[in-house]
């Protein structure tokens, strides 16, 4: 067999020879061979913990695919609600289906009057927006305890469907109650992105009306977010998922590992760091401090990619579009001149550094108003979809229940000595 790795346990001379299909192996045969015995991989980095056929990542080459289809082609093209079928079923949809999904969704973007007013009321008043997202979407278990029937299909839809509806209108109401602005109800004549934006920003209106180039770009945003393979918070939505929680709890807890700086908070971070270094005459010198290892260079480089993260590319391009409708940003000038530097040095070319996905986000985000700790809730709402694909697909594949195994270091056995002797 060519295709394959042969592994020999030195300890009793027994040798297996095991397949490499898709670019892993069982582990199975090598539990066989040596039963008891665990492969160490802190974080999982080497660690294939499903097969999956939503999202196809490349990283040495810079290629991401949703069911095969080229994000690329797919930003320029699509809608955000038609990349969440997509994601869901497998294969884009016809414009029948099409629209039957839309209406679906916006029949289910209204959240439970007691949510709207009693909800946000426990919180304090200078909660972040992430936090109050997060404990909603748990909360919505309890309006919809048919949700544990996880088993059947009809059931299951629905609540899919109702995640994607209502997280924009819970990210909103989670916004308007900490700066103390009243809650604005969907308005279903809008789009999904419009819906939001309207959700966000109406104060006296009759009806809100966003900026086409802005609804454009919050779409393409929300696109370029909705799946990538087992990232932490993905991975959290199947692990918790295959203890057979319904999607709420699961949501919930992704959200949660989502709420963490390492995880959806880079473009925050970028901001921030474009903002410290100030000047064009201060990149230099800041990517000087960077090579001494004194800074972080944050949007830069990523966990996957060894080559230019394909999202940035076109978050990039639709940078200018709002920037003409907003003004540019007084950080854009340093960011692009950083990013010239960058790209331009054998140090971070041969550190595989260049621009990701965060680094231009957070500059479109602020451009559009959304105060900073706003940016990880976007993310959650362009996550959504792919996030309970994933669940659904893990359901599908009746994988077992998540259970890593450790590698013990601590002491051996002791006797207990009461508190006196200690």
């Not at 909103?172 to 969907?186: D, E, H, N, T």
């Not at 996957?304 to 394909?310: F, L, N, S």
């Amino acid at each position: 067999m060519t295709n394959s790795v042969t592994i020999t346990d030195n300890r009793t001379g027994q040798t297996v020879e095991i397949p490499v299909e898709g670019g892993g192996i069982d582990m199975a045969a090598i539990q066989k061979l040596m039963p008891g015995t665990w492969v160490l991989d802190p974080a999982f980095t080497g660690t294939a913990s499903t097969t999956s056929t939503i999202t196809d990542l490349d990283g040495a080459n810079g290629i991401l695919r949703y069911r095969g289809y080229p994000i690329e082609q797919l930003a320029e093209n699509s809608t955000f609600l038609e990349v969440s079928y997509l994601l869901l079923h497998g294969e884009l949809p016809t414009q029948p289906e099409l629209d039957a999904w839309v209406q679906d969704v916006r029949h289910h973007t209204f959240i439970h009057e007691n949510m709207r007013k009693r909800f946000t009321e426990g919180f304090h008043y200078d909660a972040h927006p992430m936090g109050m997202l997060m404990s909603a979407i748990a909360g919505l278990s309890t309006y919809y305890p048919e949700a544990k029937d996880i088993l059947d299909a009809d059931t299951r839809h629905r609540q899919i469907v109702r995640l994607i509806a209502k997280t924009p209108t819970l990210a909103a109401l989670a916004y308007r109650a900490s700066i103390g602005m009243p809650f604005v109800y969907p308005d279903n004549d809008l789009s999904y992105p419009e819906n939001f934006l309207s959700m966000m920003w109406r104060i006296a209106e009759p009806q809100y009306r966003p900026d086409p180039v802005l609804t454009k770009a919050l779409d393409v945003l929300l696109i370029l977010h909705a799946d990538h393979e087992q990232n932490c918070s993905t991975s959290t939505m199947r692990m918790v998922g295959s203890s057979h929680a319904d999607p709420y709890s699961s949501a919930a807890a992704a959200t949660g590992a989502l709420y963490g700086p390492r995880h959806g908070g880079a473009n925050e971070a970028v901001i921030h760091m474009l903002g410290r270094i100030g000047t064009l005459e201060n990149v230099e010198p800041f990517v000087e401090s960077v090579k001494r290892g004194e800074e972080l260079l944050w949007g830069f480089g990523h966990r996957v990619y060894k080559a230019y993260d394909p999202r940035a590319a076109i978050v990039k391009s639709h940078a200018d579009r709002v920037f003409a409708v907003t003004g540019k940003s007084p950080l854009l000038d340093i960011a692009l001149k950083l990013e010239e530097i960058a790209l331009a040095d054998d140090y971070f070319k041969s550190r595989n550094l260049y621009p990701n996905v965060d680094f231009y986000t957070g500059l479109i985000y602020q451009a559009m108003n959304f105060p900073l700790d706003m940016f990880t809730v976007l993310f959650t709402i362009g996550r959504m979809p792919g996030w309970l694909a994933h669940w659904q697909e893990s359901l599908e594949q009746n994988s077992k229940i998540s259970r890593p195994r450790q590698i013990y270091t601590g002491e051996a056995e002791r006797a207990y000595m009461p508190i006196t002797g200690r």
